[in-house]
Structure formats: structure tokens, C-alpha cells
């Protein structure tokens, strides 16, 4: 099983960026697939999950409104669409998995089995 995260780069704020996570030795439609991210010197944070049972996607109230998290099962990847980027979103983001969610527990780092290597996002103001 493995995650491979891309897609970062260095943005102004109000600018939008994509970022994917392409799942390797594992169909992401049968897991639970989430995107934290990592300042420095601060916790790991869930931004967001989407969840294998229908398909429920969860936010941070920090992204809600402006992120969005999706789904390509042909291309067994998963986005996170980013808009409205602020300098406080600035942060190693992180794509991880798990077969078994308890979705109460979608933004615990503990709650994910597998994780890739992240993807730096810096947006400037």
C-alpha cells in the first residue's frame, strides 16, 4: 500500500491550488482517504475525509467553504481542491488511509493505517 501526495507549490493568497494522492496496491473506493496538514511546530490536522460508506466527505471548520475533497476511482486518486488559500494554510499537507473509519474520528491522526510522504504548500499574503 502506498500514497504518493503532489500538487503543492507556492501560491499568493486568494489563489487555489489541486492537490492529489494516488493510491498504489489498494482501490480507493474501499477506503477512507484523508488530507492532514502539518505546520511548523504544530500538531499534525485533519483538513478533510472522504469516507468509503456513501461517499461522506468532512471538513476543518477552518477549510469549510473553501476546500473540496474528491474522489476519481478510475484514476484511483483522491483531490483536494483548495480555493480562498491563506497564509494560515501554509503546511506540509499529508494524504492518508484506512479501510476501517469510525467517522466521529475522521480527523484523529491515530484513526489512519497508511500515509504518503506529503506535499509543501506556502501561500503568501
Known amino acids: 500500500v502506498q500514497l504518493q501526495a503532489s500538487g503543492g507549490g507556492l501560491v499568493q493568497a486568494g489563489e487555489s491550488l489541486r492537490l492529489s494522492c494516488v493510491a498504489s496496491?489498494?482501490?480507493?473506493?474501499?477506503?477512507?482517504i484523508a488530507w492532514f496538514r502539518q505546520a511548523p511546530g504544530k500538531e499534525r490536522e485533519g483538513v478533510s475525509c472522504?469516507?468509503?460508506?456513501?461517499?461522506?466527505?468532512y471538513y476543518a471548520d477552518s477549510v469549510k467553504g473553501r476546500f473540496t475533497i474528491s474522489r476519481d476511482n478510475a484514476k484511483n486518486t483522491v483531490y483536494l481542491h483548495m480555493t480562498g488559500l491563506k497564509p494560515e494554510d501554509t503546511a506540509v499537507y499529508y494524504c492518508?488511509?484506512?479501510?476501517?473509519?469510525?467517522?466521529?474520528?475522521?480527523?484523529?491522526?491515530?484513526?489512519?493505517?497508511?500515509w504518503g510522504q506529503g506535499t509543501q504548500v506556502t501561500v503568501s499574503s
Open positions: 492518508a488511509s484506512t479501510a476501517y473509519l469510525w467517522t466521529a474520528d475522521w480527523a484523529l491522526r491515530d484513526s489512519y493505517d497508511y
Open positions: 496496491g489498494f482501490a480507493v473506493n474501499y477506503y477512507n
Open positions: 472522504i469516507a468509503v460508506i456513501d461517499g461522506g466527505t
